[in-house]
């Protein structure tokens, strides 16, 4: 069994829950589609597929950090800058 | 080289939730609203951490004054790469009567009972947009001020800081220990990621009263009340240029 992979895999869920909380179109939203993201490649068993989808997890997590940055700074520059 | 930095961290209402006004217009709707740290404290514990990770200060210090939710906005800030905490606790009528006096005095306490040598702030908070907390404890302490730092570089004694003013950049030297207040350009703040929050649960937040410090709190200010801004007017298309000078004449601009 991947068991060392499964403690990473369950990390991963567990850090894009908590970042999906602040998503814009609503914490729900992005909870059920993770769910049905890991869920859909749940029966997968090759290691180097479960390791090619952390990775493309990670750059999900890296993609909703820049998303909040970019939807904080572009709002407070709008509200406190004029341009 | 200074030692011991302190950053205040304000809990205010999420840049992103829409405002609502009390009815009786005594104040802005804050139970059950989503709260968080405000913008400008972020890039300002940002800087903090970016300076310990530099090895051009030692310590990072978050302090917040408010009622028990405010631990959250610290915890934040622990993740992000503070040290230690401090928790000024401030309820009830006090908490809705803290302003940037009342605040500067807590931490100007603080600075000479935790002898930092540089204080970091946001220059202003989201909600009340006073942008007068890290004015006041420079004047309160007595030591050079920094404001709208959109760069920041230690060197031996003093600081180097570019503000960000109206008619561009300006750059000055000032002597630490000083106080600096970040502006939107400073830094890209770091998102408090769950392994970060946990880590951070390691790390102390102290507890203190502002009368532990000597402070009173009492407000010179009393708000009398608290409008929602003038709806937007609709506004009138007309057809020919002599419409449009009818129309500003019956309006009395013409």
């Keep these: ?83 | 080289m200074p030692g011991r930095v302190l950053v205040g961290v304000k809990r205010v209402i999420d840049y992103a939730v829409k405002i609502r006004v009390k009815p009786d217009n005594s104040g802005v709707v804050t139970d059950g609203v989503k709260h968080s740290m405000n913008p400008f404290c972020e890039i300002a514990v940002e800087e903090a951490v970016k300076l310990k990770e530099k090895k051009l200060i030692k310590e990072v210090v978050a302090v917040s004054c408010g009622p028990q939710q405010s631990q959250e906005t610290i915890r934040t800030a622990l993740a992000m790469g503070a040290d230690r905490g401090i928790h000024v606790e401030v309820s009830g009528k006090d908490y809705e009567n803290l302003g940037p006096l009342q605040v500067s005095k807590i931490l100007a306490a603080l600075a000479k009972k935790e002898e930092a040598q540089l204080i970091i702030l946001g220059k202003q908070a989201i909600d009340d947009d006073c942008n007068q907390t890290g004015q006041m404890t420079a004047a309160l302490l007595d030591w050079p001020q920094g404001t709208f730092a959109s760069e920041v570089s230690l060197e031996e004694n003093q600081i180097k800081v570019v503000r960000e003013i109206d008619g561009g950049l300006e750059t000055i030297r000032i002597n630490t220990p000083a106080v600096l207040t970040a502006d939107l350009r400073l830094n890209t703040p770091r998102y408090a990621t769950l392994p970060n929050i946990m880590k951070a649960k390691k790390k102390k937040i102290a507890n203190v009263k502002p009368a532990d410090l000597g402070v009173d709190l009492t407000s010179r200010l009393e708000v009398l009340r608290v409008d929602e801004p003038p709806q937007r007017e609709a506004g009138m298309k007309v057809e020919t240029v002599e419409d449009l000078v009818g129309k500003l004449k019956d309006a009395g601009k013409v």
Excluded: H, W
């Design chain 1, 1 to 83: 069994m991947a068991n060392p992979l499964r403690a990473e895999v369950v990390r991963l869920y567990k850090n894009l829950l908590y970042l999906g909380r602040e998503y814009p179109k609503g914490g729900d939203y992005f909870r059920d589609r993770l769910r049905a993201a890991f869920t859909k490649n749940k029966s997968v068993e090759d290691p180097e597929q479960i390791k090619a989808m952390i990775a493309r997890g990670e750059y999900v997590v890296r993609e909703l950090e820049a998303l909040y940055y970019l939807r904080k700074y572009r709002a407070m520059k709008k509200r406190y800058y004029e341009e």
